[in-house]
C-alpha cells in the first residue's frame, strides 16, 4: 500500500502493458510430447508460478495465452482455431516445439506443417521437445515483446 | 455403481457386450458409416454441417437407444478433444442417463502423425528418431522394440553391455513413465500435490537421461546395434542416489494417498475391469495385472537379458482404478531393484555392435582412417540394407505388450513398419468401465487405464 505522502506516476501504456505480463494465463492446449515439458514447466523443479503463469485454464474464456504444446493433425486444427477464437482478445501464441512451429520431422499427410497456417503466432520455441527452460525463455521473450509493443494489437 | 460380479464369469453376457461394441455388426448397434464424423480435410469443402460436424459443435447422435427406457432423461454429452483430463486429444462422446453413463463412445484420430508411413521414408539407422516420439512417455522403449525387430531381420546380437545398458534405460524410463501417471492421475481426481511430486521425483531421472543421451525425452538413445553412447563418468553415483531416494518420496505418496480414506473411497470399487474383458479387448500391463492375470512379457517372454536379474511381478486381484493405481507404485519398486542390479553387475565391453556396416565409427577413427571416413560417410547417407523377410518382437512397455512388425523387401528402409501400441488396445476398455457408471468416475477410469494418445494414434 502506498502512504498519501507518496505518489506513483506513469503513462497508461506502460501500466497496462506491464499488467499484461505480469498474470498471464494460458489455456491448456497440450497435444503431444510438449505437453509433458509444459506440465514439467509448471510443477516443482520449474516453478512456472514465478512468473504469474501457473493458472493454466482450461476454459479458453479466461485465458490470454495459446501455448500450442506438440503437433497439430489436419484433424485437430479446426477444434485448435475454435479455441483461439473463443479466447478473448488480447490473446498471444506460442508455438512450442518444432511439430507446431514447421511441422518438424514429420513431413506427412497427416499434420499440419506449422501451426501459423491457422493462428497467428507470437513467439515460436525451437526444440524437440524445448525443455523448460527454453519454453520460460520463450514466454519471457514474449514479455518483453509486449512491453516493447503496443497496447492496441 | 456398476456391480461387476455377475459378470466375471458370465462370458455369454460378456460376448453380447462384445458384439454390441463390434463397430461394424448392423445388429450391434451402428454400422460404418453412422460412425463417420465427416470430413477429415481442413475445410476443402464449405459445407456448414460437416464443419460443424468437424469442430465439434454437432454431435453425430448414432447411439441406439433402449426402448423401455423414458426418452427425457437421455443426453448425449462431449468431452474433449480439448480437455485437461482426457490425458491428451482423446474425444469422448457419452450417452448419459441422469448421472450415469449409458453409453460412451472414443474419438481418437487428433493426433494421428502417420508415424507409420513416415517409418516407411526413413532408413533403419533413421528409425528410432521416429519411433521414439510415438509413446512419448516411455521413448525408450520404442527405441527398444524398433532395434530389437531390426536386429531380429538382421540376425545379430548386441554386446552383453549394450543388453545391460538398455535394461538399465528401460527400467529407469518405466519409473519415470509410472510416476508421470499416477502425478496426472492424481490431478485428474484433484489431489494437486501428487501432480507437484510425480514431476519432481522425474526430473532426477530425467536429469539422467539428459546426462547419458543429451535429451530428456524423445532420446534416439537406443539404436539397432547397440546404444548411441556409453554411459557417462560417475554413472554410478547418480543411479545410486535415484535408488536411494525414490522409495523415499515413494513413502509419501502412500502417506498422502494409499492410506487415505477419503482417496481409498473414491477409487475402489470403481472402474472395474475383469481378466475376461481384458482378454476380449487385448488389453496388456498393469491393467491385466491388476484384474488378477499373471501376465508379464519380461518373464513369459523375455527380451535383452533380462531373465537374469531377479523381480517379481505384482499382481493384485481387485481390478478397480485404486488396484491399478496401486499396481504402480508396486511395479516402481520392483524396476528400481532390477535398476540396482543391472548396476553392480554391468558388464565390460563395448556398447555397440563391432561390425562396420551396421554401426558407425566412433569420431575420433574418422581422423586416422580413410575406411572409417567411407564407413561413417556410408551409414549416415545409405544406411544398411536388411535382409527380405519379416519380424515381429514385443516387449513389456509400462502400458502393456508394445510390439513393432517390419517388412523387409531387402533395402534399407522398411517395406512396411507396423506397431502395437498398448494405449491403443487398452482404450477399447473404456467404455466397458465407463458404461452403467457415474459420470464422475469417468476421469478416474482415464486417468487409471493411462492411455497416451502418441501411442493410440500414432
Not at chain 2, 38 to 55: H, N, W, Y
Request: overall charge negative.
Amino acid at each position: 500500500m502506498f502512504t498519501p505522502d507518496n505518489i506513483l506516476t506513469t503513462t497508461i501504456d506502460k501500466a497496462v502493458r506491464w499488467s499484461r505480463t505480469q498474470s498471464m494465463w494460458p489455456v491448456t492446449f497440450g497435444l503431444a510430447c510438449c505437453a509433458i515439458e509444459m506440465m514439467a514447466a509448471g510443477s516443482a523443479k520449474y516453478d512456472l508460478a514465478r512468473y504469474g503463469m501457473e493458472v493454466f485454464r482450461a476454459s479458453p474464456r479466461q485465458a490470454d495465452l495459446m501455448i500450442v504444446a506438440g503437433r497439430v493433425s489436419q484433424k485437430m486444427a479446426p477444434v485448435l482455431r475454435q479455441v483461439y477464437d473463443q479466447m478473448a482478445d488480447p490473446k498471444w501464441v506460442i508455438a512450442m516445439g518444432a511439430c507446431s512451429s514447421t511441422g518438424g520431422m514429420f513431413n506427412n499427410y497427416a499434420l499440419v506443417q506449422g501451426v501459423d497456417h491457422i493462428v497467428p503466432v507470437d513467439i515460436y520455441v525451437p526444440g524437440c521437445p524445448p525443455g523448460p527452460q527454453s519454453l520460460m525463455h520463450g514466454i519471457l521473450t514474449l514479455h518483453q515483446k509486449i512491453m516493447d509493443g503496443e497496447i492496441n494489437r | 455403481m456398476k456391480s461387476k460380479k455377475i459378470n466375471r464369469y458370465n462370458l455369454k453376457a460378456l460376448k453380447k457386450k462384445f458384439e454390441f461394441w463390434a463397430t461394424n455388426s448392423e445388429e450391434g448397434g451402428w454400422s460404418i458409416s453412422s460412425t463417420d464424423e465427416g470430413s477429415q480435410k481442413m475445410l476443402e469443402v464449405e459445407d456448414e454441417k460437416k464443419v460443424k460436424i468437424q469442430t465439434g459443435t454437432e454431435i453425430i447422435d448414432d447411439f441406439v437407444v433402449d426402448e423401455d427406457s423414458s426418452d427425457d432423461e437421455r443426453m448425449i454429452i462431449n468431452m474433449g478433444p480439448q480437455h485437461p483430463s482426457t490425458h491428451g486429444v482423446l474425444r469422448l462422446q457419452a450417452e448419459l442417463e441422469g448421472e450415469i453413463v449409458r453409453r460412451v463412445k472414443p474419438v481418437i484420430g487428433y493426433l494421428h502423425t502417420g508415424m507409420e508411413k513416415t517409418g516407411e521414408e526413413l532408413n533403419y539407422f533413421q528409425g528410432p528418431t521416429n519411433t521414439t516420439r510415438m509413446d512419448y512417455l516411455s521413448p525408450l522403449f520404442n527405441e527398444l522394440v524398433f532395434s530389437l525387430t531390426t536386429e531380429k531381420l538382421i540376425g545379430i546380437e548386441v554386446p552383453d553391455r549394450a543388453k545391460a545398458i538398455r535394461i538399465l534405460m528401460t527400467e529407469l524410463n518405466r519409473i519415470s513413465s509410472h510416476l508421470v501417471a499416477l502425478a496426472t492421475g492424481g490431478m485428474d481426481i484433484g489431489a494437486l500435490s501428487m501432480m507437484i511430486f510425480g514431476f519432481r521425483e522425474r526430473e532426477h531421472i530425467l536429469n539422467f537421461f539428459e546426462k547419458t543421451t543429451g535429451l530428456r525425452m524423445n532420446h534416439n538413445y537406443i539404436r539397432p546395434g547397440g546404444v548411441a553412447a556409453d554411459l557417462p563418468d560417475g554413472w554410478q553415483k547418480d543411479i545410486e542416489d535415484i535408488i536411494q531416494l525414490i522409495p523415499e518420496k515413494l513413502k509419501d505418496y502412500d502417506d498422502m494417498l494409499l492410506d487415505n480414506p477419503i482417496w481409498k473411497g473414491r477409487l475402489q470399487n470403481v472402474g472395474i475391469l475383469t481378466t475376461e474383458e481384458c482378454f476380449a479387448y487385448g488389453i496388456t500391463g498393469p491393467s491385466l495385472r491388476a484384474s488378477g492375470f499373471d501376465w508379464d512379457l519380461r518373464k513369459s517372454q523375455p527380451y535383452s537379458g533380462i531373465e537374469k536379474f531377479n523381480f517379481d511381478v505384482p499382481v493384485l486381484s481387485e481390478g478397480d482404478v485404486f488396484a491399478r493405481w496401486r499396481i504402480k507404485v508396486l511395479e516402481i519398486f520392483e524396476s528400481l531393484k532390477i535398476v540396482e542390479q543391472v548396476m553392480y553387475q554391468m558388464p565390460k565391453g563395448p556398447y555397440k555392435i563391432q561390425d562396420k556396416k551396421i554401426t558407425p565409427p566412433p569420431r575420433k577413427r574418422l581422423d586416422e582412417s580413410m575406411e572409417a571416413l567411407i564407413h561413417h560417410f556410408k551409414i549416415y547417407t545409405e544406411g544398411f540394407k536388411v535382409p527380405e523377410g519379416d519380424a515381429y518382437v514385443a516387449i513389456e512397455s509400462p502400458r502393456g505388450e508394445l510390439g513393432c512388425y517390419i517388412v523387409s523387401d531387402g533395402t534399407a528402409k522398411p517395406y512396411r513398419m507396423h506397431v502395437r501400441g498398448p494405449s491403443f488396445c487398452n482404450l477399447q476398455g473404456l467404455p466397458i468401465i465407463m458404461t452403467d457408471s457415474p459420470i464422475a468416475d469417468a476421469v478416474a477410469a482415464i486417468a487409471s487405464l493411462d492411455p497416451v494418445i502418441g501411442d493410440v494414434d500414432r
